[in-house]
């Protein structure tokens, strides 16, 4: 098992940027492909990018792409994501998970990420 707290997230205006981080604690962090997922208001979990465990490949859902960077310090158990241009249809609670599609594995509690207009 590995524990995950997500933190990072805010209040910004749109066009605006944040970085939002997942410490991970337990098991060996490395071992791990990691991804965020988001969850606005009213609507299902949506993932929204992950890397693999070197950091060497990352992938990223077409509504972020060219705007959110995922990123992983394996030496500091530290999952990143930088998200840049916003918009305030990126508000939402920000999820840290392990794990690969149809097998992810441990969450974290979320960061709330609001963008105002």
């Known amino acids: 098992q590995v524990q995950l707290v997500e933190s990072g997230g805010g209040l910004v205006q749109a066009g605006g940027s944040l970085r939002l981080s997942c410490l991970a604690s337990?098991?060996?962090?490395?071992?791990?492909?990691m991804n965020w997922f988001r969850q606005a208001p009213g609507k299902e979990r949506e993932w929204v990018a992950r890397i693999i465990r070197s950091g060497g490949s990352t992938y990223y859902a077409d509504s972020v792409k060219d705007r959110f960077t995922i990123s992983r310090d394996n030496a500091k158990n530290t999952l990143f994501l930088q998200m840049n241009s916003l918009k305030p249809e990126d508000t939402a609670v920000y999820y840290c998970?392990?794990?690969?599609?149809?097998?992810?594995?441990?969450w974290g509690q979320g960061t709330q990420v609001t963008v105002s207009s």
């Open positions: 337990g098991r060996s962090f490395s071992t791990y492909s």
């Open positions: 998970a392990t794990g690969i599609p149809g097998a992810y594995g441990n």
